[in-house]
């Protein structure tokens, strides 16, 4: 399958900072991918799909002030945690659709947030 | 809107012995993909099977098969000869047909299987 990184793996930051998370698909090119927040022994969640040359499509309750996606490359999308709290903490998934319609997607390894 | 149930949270099975999940889910869609991930204790979700609705067969790779009944919008997970690495929290997903290009994926919440040695 195709490789899908996160960065970082995890990040622990203080109330009321901003924290940047980088998702980079490897082996091909992504004008869409998806960010997911999965709580504790919770599903995943989506909460955007991020588009490449365009603004990302937000989940009904999600935050679009608070949680800033960047679709800035073809294999680069990024997902910023501004004025964090600690109920923030969550960890975060994104992931690549397939090339091909009848391909699934492909994860990331995940990113834990732990906001002090 | 679609949704996704398992209404199981957590199974256990002996090593060797086979066990089944359960998924159930609703829409109104005619075409549409389901899938089965794992998440093992490193959060890396990894594919398990999928199933394309317009195919009447049931999925099947090496010893995880489904049982896909399209009428009662069903889709089980059978795991046989269970593995200790088969440890995981499983996921039941529905993936709509696109929409303005893309698609979306709906989870369940998940089933914790537990191999007993």
């Known amino acids: 399958g195709a490789v899908v990184s996160q960065h970082p793996s995890w990040v622990i930051c203080k109330s009321g900072t901003s924290v940047k998370i980088e998702c980079r698909s490897l082996?091909?090119?992504?004008?869409?991918m998806f960010w997911y927040r999965q709580f504790p022994k919770q599903s995943l969640m989506l909460m955007a799909t991020?588009?490449?040359?365009?603004?990302?499509?937000?989940e009904q309750g999600v935050e679009k002030d608070k949680f800033l996606i960047n679709h800035a490359s073809l294999t680069l999308s990024t997902l910023t945690v501004t004025s964090a709290h600690p109920e923030d903490s969550s960890f975060y998934i994104c992931?690549?659709?397939?090339?091909?319609?009848?391909?699934?997607?492909?994860f990331g390894p995940g990113t834990r947030l732990t906001v002090l | 809107a679609q949704t996704v149930t398992q209404s199981q949270p957590e199974m256990s099975v002996q090593e060797a012995e086979t066990v089944t999940l359960s998924c159930t889910y609703d829409?109104?869609?005619?075409?549409?993909?389901l899938f089965w991930y794992k998440q093992p204790p490193s959060r890396q979700m990894i594919l398990v099977i999928r199933q394309e609705a317009y195919k009447q067969q049931n999925a099947t790779e090496n010893r995880f098969s489904v049982n896909f009944q399209k009428a009662a919008k069903s889709f089980s997970l059978k795991i046989s000869d269970s593995q200790l690495g088969d440890a995981a929290m499983y996921f039941c997903a529905y993936r709509s047909p696109p929409t303005s290009g893309t698609y979306k994926y709906i989870f369940g919440t998940g089933t914790r299987l537990k191999v007993l040695a």
């Open positions: 991020s588009n490449e040359g365009s603004k990302a499509t937000y």
């Open positions: 082996d091909f090119q992504a004008t869409t």
């Open positions: 992931s690549v659709p397939g090339e091909l319609s009848t391909d699934t997607q492909y």
């Open positions: 829409t109104s869609e005619s075409d549409y993909y």
